[in-house]
């Protein structure tokens, strides 16, 4: 489940899931803990999932 959610958001932000894997740790946990909000993240297009990316590394996190 981890490297699911590792490549989903690697697709968002055109990057290798292990370099997201090193620095979205945190947004890749809260996702998994929250399957409602990783359901709709899956589900999403660009600007929704990217909405739900930034929510949660810039708001929970900082």
Known sequence: M?????????GLLD???YQVELWDA????????NPI?????????QD??????RTIKYSCFS
């Open 48 to 53: 929704l999932k990217w909405n739900i990316y």
């Open 15 to 17: 990057a290798i899931p």
């Open 26 to 33: 945190p947004v890749i946990d809260h996702l998994i803990q």
């Open 37 to 45: 909000l990783r359901s709709q993240f899956d589900e999403a297009g």
């Open 2 to 10: 981890h490297k699911a959610v590792a490549e989903s958001i690697a």
